[in-house]
């Protein structure tokens, strides 16, 4: 099993373009989050998604939006990509009775 | 408010010392938590849960909930430590609050 996988691994983004962060697991995972990692401030939830057409809304949504057409796929979408959004972006996954997640290597994202 | 604390951002220490990081949460039913790691370059990973009561890579951690706190301990650090550490809790919904993280560093 690969786990969960993210691509790319690194993005540098003009203010205004958009882009989608691409988030796969293979360990049959209903439950699915995508937060983002700022220095000092530990991971704040961005959405998460409970399975299959099911999404919510975390701690800081704004900017950002997402989809679940399949148990695997979770990705996250930017439309206007702004500086406040420069960060390092984990995809997170896990079953439905477990509490543990199982984090992606990240996609360090950069917005000029 | 369901809230995370961890008062240290970085601990630093020489290896053989005892570490603690400290951990307290804000939260009035029955807590779970959990301490995630990272390694340099790695994703972050479960270190332990407070459920399971069990001792990973020499690390403890102990719920306190008269205290509210649920601190990370190693009785001798060695250099391979050296991570971020991060502590977080499960309020009883899908979701898990983070606290905002420790970096320790063990030194030779």
């Known amino acids: 099993n690969a786990g969960v996988t993210q691509t790319p691994k690194f993005r540098i983004l003009k203010i205004g373009q958009s882009m989608t962060l691409q988030c796969t697991q293979d360990?049959?995972?209903?439950?699915m989050y995508w937060y983002r990692q700022d220095p000092g401030m530990g991971l704040k939830l961005i959405y998460y998604?409970?399975?299959?057409?099911?999404?919510d809304k975390g701690e800081v949504p704004n900017g950002y939006n997402v989809s679940r057409s399949t148990t695997e796929d979770f990705p996250l979408r930017l439309e206007l990509a702004a500086p406040s959004q420069t960060s390092v972006y984990f995809c997170?996954?896990?079953?439905?009775?477990?509490?543990?997640?199982?984090f992606g290597p990240g996609t360090r994202l950069t917005v000029l | 408010a369901q809230r995370v604390t961890q008062p240290e951002k970085l601990l630093s220490v020489f290896k053989g010392a005892p570490v603690e990081l400290k951990c307290n949460y804000s939260?009035?039913?029955?807590?779970?938590l959990f301490w995630y790691v990272q390694y340099s370059r790695q994703r972050l990973q479960l270190l332990l849960r407070?459920?399971s009561r069990e001792s990973i890579k020499g690390f403890t951690a102990d719920l306190n909930k008269g205290e509210t706190s649920f601190h990370l301990k190693k009785p001798f650090a060695q250099e391979e430590d050296s991570a971020m550490y991060y502590c977080?809790?499960?309020?009883?919904?899908?979701?898990?609050?983070f606290g905002t993280g420790t970096r320790l560093q063990v030194f030779p």
């Open positions: 939260y009035s039913g029955s807590p779970e």
């Open positions: 998604s409970v399975g299959a057409g099911i999404t």
């Open positions: 407070h459920i």
């Open positions: 977080a809790l499960n309020p009883n919904t899908d979701k898990l609050i």
């Open positions: 360990m049959n995972h209903n439950y």
């Open positions: 997170a996954s896990r079953l439905e009775f477990s509490n543990e997640q199982f």
